[in-house]
């Protein structure tokens, strides 16, 4: 089955920093999705991509959709304290396929 | 306000003593979907509903049942909790049409088996 590799696993920063985070796959995936997870919370979806070479941001979040459609990234710019989680990417391989296949997750602290 | 609904948020239940737990959506989208979490993992799929069409994956075990009476609620039974049922448990709906879209989680359900 398919597999979402994401590295790093964990980041320690300082606050201010920018970070960046990706995702890689075995197989081609249609759809993106990068979510954020705090603790005992349920995921929170922070941004999607649907074209391969698709660059997309949400405020200080900046996503793109990898050409081979094998990978996508995540970069945060000049991190805050409430960045500090657990951020998932997630994908499907075909349109119409409803299953979402999770990445391994990237923990992220931040140091004050 | 919140779209996807999961009750309770912590369920404390014995050995082997079935539970179930519920989920509710105010999207009227067509799919919801049920995960696992364990501590520090990615959410695994157990199973997903497309409107009445029930997908299963296929190393789900036996243990876990799910049921969609309506579009709105969709539930997790499970029939004999183990101690290694023990997780976070993640209800999640999608529009699901063929340009797949977003999916959007509930805050999840804390599974403590003693």
């Known amino acids: 089955g398919q597999q979402l590799n994401q590295s790093p696993q964990s980041m320690f920063i300082q606050e201010g920093e920018d970070v960046s985070m990706n995702c890689t796959s075995s197989?081609?995936?249609?759809?993106w999705l990068w979510y954020k997870q705090d603790p005992g919370e349920g995921p929170v979806l922070l941004i999607a991509?649907?074209?391969?070479?698709e660059l997309t941001s949400n405020g200080r979040l900046t996503a793109q959709f990898g050409i081979t459609r094998k990978d996508s990234f995540l970069n945060i710019s000049a991190s805050i304290p409430s960045d500090v989680g657990i951020y998932f990417c997630?994908?499907?391989?075909?349109?119409?396929?409803?299953?979402?296949?999770f990445g391994t997750g990237t923990r992220l602290t931040i140091i004050p | 306000d919140a779209m996807v609904i999961q009750n309770p948020r912590y369920q404390v239940t014995q050995f082997g003593k079935p539970v179930t737990l519920s989920c509710s959506q105010t999207?009227?989208?067509?799919?919801m979907y049920w995960y696992q979490q364990k501590s520090s993992q990615a959410p695994k799929l157990l199973f997903h509903?497309?409107?009445?069409?029930?997908?299963n994956e296929a190393d789900t075990p036996d243990n876990f049942q799910s049921r969609r009476p309506n579009t709105s609620f969709c539930f997790l039974d499970i029939r004999s909790p183990g101690l290694g049922d023990a997780a976070m448990y993640l209800c999640?709906?999608?529009?699901?049409?063929?340009?797949?879209?977003?999916?959007?989680f509930g805050q999840g359900t804390r599974l403590t088996v003693v």
């Open positions: 999640a709906t999608s529009r699901g049409k063929v340009f797949s879209t977003e999916a959007f």
């Open positions: 197989s081609i995936f249609n759809t």
């Open positions: 997630a994908g499907r391989t075909n349109f119409g396929n409803e299953k979402l296949t």
């Open positions: 991509l649907y074209k391969a070479g």
């Open positions: 999207l009227n989208h067509n799919v």
């Open positions: 509903y497309y409107d009445k069409d029930f997908n």
